[in-house]
Structure formats: C-alpha cells, structure tokens
C-alpha cells in the first residue's frame, strides 16, 4: 500500500514472547442502543503527512486518508474486502474488460459540490498526467490507454468515460481480477487538488484536500489536525464520532505516557512498550508487509546479474535477519493457497567468488563501489554494516550512505545508490500489491528491474479468475524476481497498535494494518471478570 513508515522498535522485540498472546483483536458486540461519542485521538509518529491523495505515498497517510477522501470503493473494517462506497452498483462483462459504475446520487463534496461520473474520470485524469510524481498512478495501467497516456507514448485519453453525471465506463486492455481491490485505493479517490488549501500547524504547514469522504478538517493546532464529520458525506448517518484530532508525536515516550493518561485513543505510531501501564492494549499482529533491501539494477556494477548473485550468496543471511520476529526468505508474505517459491536462505562466499569467475567479471575492486542507501536508524545501520563487511570480504568496495528521513524515499528514484531498502505494505491481501512494483512501467519500481517475461507472468495471472491458477502464475513471476537477484528479503514485519477495545468498536486488527476511521465509534466499557460495574 504504501511504505511503511512505522520504525522498528528494539524493546517490542525483546519482550515479542509475551505480548504475541495479546495478538488478535476481538470484534465487539454491535449496539442495541445509541452510546455518548466524543472525540477521537490517534497519534502518528511520522513527520507532517501528504493529504494529497495523488502522491500521498506512506503508511500513516493512507490511514489519515481513510477519514477525507474516497472513491468508488473503501475497506470493509474486518475483511477487508472491497465494499461499495461512491459506486451505488456496477457491472462488468462477459470478459471482464469492461465495467460500468452507478455513482450515489447524493455523493458530494464537504462543500456540497456533487461527485459525479465526471468528478471521478476527471481526479483520474489528473491522477496520470502527473506522471512519476503520482506514486500509484500505474496501479490503473490495466485500463486502456493508461499507461501510454501516463508515460507520454500517446496523447489519446484512456477509455474512461462519463456519458452522464451518474454513469462511468471504464475499459480494461486485459482481464483484473483485482480490480475492485485497486479502487479501495486512495489515489483513486474523487479529488479536486486545486480545491485544497493550506493550513499552519505549528510545526509547519500542511495541504488540505476538500473532502469527499466521512470528516473533514475542521483547523490546525501544534503539531496536531482537528477534523469533524463531513455534513455532506452520503452516508453520514452511519458516521458516528463527532471529531477526530490527529497528533505528530516524534517522542515515543511521550505518545505513551499520553496514551497511560488516556489522552490518546490509538497510538498508530512509535511506541515505548516498556513504559506501557497496560499489555492487553498492545496488538501484535502479523501483517501483509515485508522489509527488504533491494539493488538499483540501471546503472554501476549491480546492472550485472551475475554480480548481484554473487553478492546475495556472500550475505550470511542467518545474522542479517537476526532479531526480527518472522525472518523472510521471500517477497510475498504466505497467504492461504499462495505456493511460495524457494527463499534466498545459502550463504556461501566461495560460490560466489566462482560465479564471479563463470560470468567473466573482473576484479571486483576495480568495479564501480557499491553504494548502500538507508535512512536514520540504528536498526538499518547495524544491517548495512553487515552487508558492507561480507561484500568487501568478497573484494568489492562498499559505501555506506545514511539519508535523512524526510527525504529518503524521494531519493531512492535517483541513481545515487547500488542498494536501498525499505519496508512494504501490500494495498490488498494479493501477491499483485508486491508483485506490481516490479513491473517495467510501474511508479513504483525503484529497483528499475526491467523483465519482460515477468511482465506477461502477472498479466497472464491478473486476468485469471481462477485463484488456485493465478497464485501458481504469480509465484513464478516471484520465482524469477528471485533468480534474478533483485532484492535481499528481511523480514515479514509485524504490525504494531496500541488501543484500549474495550470502550471501542469498529477497529480490528488486521494483515493490512488499516482501520477506516469511518467504523471507529465508543461503546460502553465492559466489565472485567469478578467486577461489579457501577451504573
């Protein structure tokens, strides 16, 4: 979905044994009756978000989304599963390319601007003529035209139309399974960026999107955004908080004594759980995500296959996934039916001299020097010393380079780098949501890896509707990425929340690790066991 921006925490691992017994998130009985709703506190650990649904790239921001903006389709709360949202009804084909939206008749924006077909074809539109600076605009490359359109190969439109306000068409140049699970997506949501405006928040200022989804913002604070219920949201009556206020909060000690005094609800970013009053709030949850580093295969000595085998067969994989919960040899976290290829796990720096020799490179200092990207943390700086001592024992020379934060990811589109690394949270519970930032023509490709027989893998399982043949497609298209030396995998990261349940309903922990602010809403507090509650 998005990158994820969570950053890893030392203590939670040292104390992973007993917090994993507090892992799964029980659903709440629904309300018989209505129940006071007051304002909801979330914290956020990264720095000021992007509200621009178009280039909002990380994981707190997609979350923060879930709140001011929507499209066609949103997140069922529990599953997942795309549920309807602007599309009223739709219907597709006999081939599954072509597919027709209803869109609500009473869909508007905060303003009371109607949503219409157009508005949506429109955000779109304006979605692919940005081009790279849209992270997520080659998610739409199944329709006609997009992709040509989005990388200036043709000035025709893409076959998305809008006959009348209530009735969009869209054409699809090959069949997508998952094309449903696409639109939940916030780059896909109706937007009208020239609409937006600027706010102060006290620790800089911030863009505004109107909103078309369930809240909106209501002002800026320090270090904090108030919004309240979007009054011409179309399904407002089933909205039920009154406002939501999101902090920044870099200081993990902070957020958590905020959270012990019961001034924060939801601490969705960093965390000190050994300051935490009470575990049972803690969720520990495995997640749809995998950390990994990855080489920049268009330029230096890492475009050589041949090379970058050798370099993942001198890692001693064993101490570089060391202290992390669920080590991974793979790209694709195993979900049910999913047939995983076999992991990156031999280390043998002889092999790796010899397959130097077979392919015929040189000395290896002689090379260009291989470059290791990674932002600030003592976590990432402890693995590129790893990776840097085992690849200057194989004679190569190695330069560590530790970006700031702020401006990490922009940087890995760059050509500074031989190898970065980053941590990846799937847009839907599908092999497609990692498997499409390889693809040669993807946004989101920073690896630059360009494999034609990988390409016609993942159209060939897109357009599959049978789930047992598309995952078996799709695990080769994973087997050749893993051949091909691409990327040096970590870890199935864990997904990390802190709220009390008891006294909310609506947020469940999930392999996504989203949870639309929509469904949140109070409930009354139930009674521990062998207590009296008063009334």
Known sequence: MTKNTKQPARAFLRMQAVLFAFALAVPLAAQERPYPQREFVAAFSSPLPDLDAHSAYNADEAQ?????AE???AYDPYTLEPVPALAESWETSGNGLHWTFSIRDDAAFEDGTKITAETLRDSWMQLLRRGEEAPYASM?????????????????????????????????????????????HHAFTACLPEKG??????????????SSGPFRVKSAEEHALVLEKNPHYWDRGNVALPSLRFLFLEDAEESTALFNQGRIHWLAGGVSVEKL???????????????????????????????????????PWEELRGGYLIPASTLIFPVSGYPSPEGILACNPEEAEKTLRDAGVGEPAALDPVVLFYPESALYEEKAGILQTAWEALGFRVEKRCVPFSRYYTSLRTEEYSVGVTSWIGDFADPAAFLEMFRPSSNLNDSGWNSPAFEELFVQAAGEDDTEKRYKIFAEAEK????????????????????DTNGIQGWYANVLDIHPFKSIRFTPRRP????????
């Open 528 to 535: 521990m066991p062998g207590i009296a509650m008063g009334g």
């Open 480 to 499: 050749l990425l893993l051949d091909d030396a691409v990327i040096l995998p970590l870890s199935h990261n864990p997904a990390l929340n802190v709220i």
């Open 64 to 68: 923060m989304l879930t709140a001011l």
């Open 277 to 315: 009053i009470d575990y049972s709030t803690l969720y520990l949850t495995p997640m749809f995500s995998t950390e990994y580093f990855f080489f920049r295969t268009t330029h230096s000595a890492v475009q050589n296959a041949a090379v970058r085998r050798a370099l993942l067969q001198a890692v």
């Open 197 to 210: 405006r600027r706010l102060d928040t006290g620790a800089g200022e911030i863009f505004v999107p109107l």
């Open 71 to 73: 499209g066609l389709f």
């Open 140 to 184: 739409l490359d199944c329709v006609k035209g997009a992709r040509e359109f989005r990388t200036g190969a043709s000035r025709e439109e893409p076959a998305v139309r809008a006959p009348d306000a209530k009735t969009l068409e869209v054409e699809l140049c090959t069949p997508t399974a998952h094309f449903t699970r696409i639109l939940c």
